[in-house]
């Protein structure tokens, strides 16, 4: 196929009728419109123009399908005798997939405001600690990473995981109220998924742990499943 001189181009773009474009169309707008004038002219050809040539290497971004990660275990009002809820709060994730996950550009939204590094990765059938104190529990054969400000909120709340593109892959909502098991709220242990089955924000699914202070990067002390 035979294609056209750039000389070609310019002159039939030239000699051509400009075309305006509404941006309220029910196409939502042009393509070809890209130098914010609201209409397509030689100012966009010229752009193209510029690029000519360029190999891109970078796809468009990726949508999914995001694996399944679990909210394992929330240590939301530890004990007096353990420590601040400052130093010892803690979440868990879980991974039950046989391959591990790259977790860069993944995060944690509503009560908490993280995004997970570079480098960041859940293990095949592993667990990754996030907490209001990275110190606490490093060194211990998990990854952990620190939340920076905030924490989780004694009288529950809606804590969601989102995939890099913002899809929400996991969301629960806690409480220490009705029938959510009450010894979590500052009696010592943590508070265990036991069914990865279910409604995750249902009490039915959860219950303290028999561990003061929980079982942080470890198989829950109640897992059903």
Do not use: K
Request: aromatic share 10%.
């Amino acid at each position: 196929m035979r294609y056209p001189s750039f000389l070609s181009l310019l002159v039939l773009m030239a000699t051509s009728p400009v075309v305006a474009f509404s941006q309220n169309t029910a196409t939502g707008g042009c393509p070809t419109e890209l130098d914010g004038d609201g209409v397509v002219g030689m100012s966009d050809l010229l752009i193209v123009l510029a690029d000519f040539g360029t190999t891109c290497h970078e796809g468009p971004p990726s949508s999914g399908p995001w694996p399944t990660l679990y909210f394992s275990e929330l240590h939301y009002n530890p004990a007096s005798v353990q420590g601040s809820d400052s130093e010892f709060e803690f979440l868990e994730l879980y991974n039950p997939d046989s391959s591990a996950v790259d977790l860069e550009g993944w995060s944690l939204s509503e009560g908490l405001s993280f995004t997970f590094p570079s480098g960041a990765v859940i293990d095949a059938g592993g667990f990754v600690v996030v907490t209001a104190h990275a110190v606490t529990y490093s060194g211990l054969g998990y990854p952990v990473y620190d939340w920076g400000s905030g924490g989780l909120h004694n009288s529950g709340e809606l804590l969601a995981l989102r995939a890099p593109d913002g899809q929400v892959v996991e969301s629960v909502t806690y409480s220490d109220s009705g029938d959510w098991d009450g010894a979590p709220d500052g009696l010592g242990p943590s508070l265990e998924r036991l069914f990865l089955s279910g409604d995750p924000s249902s009490p039915d699914q959860w219950s303290a742990s028999i561990n003061v202070g929980g079982t942080p990067g470890a198989i829950n002390s109640l897992w059903v499943d």
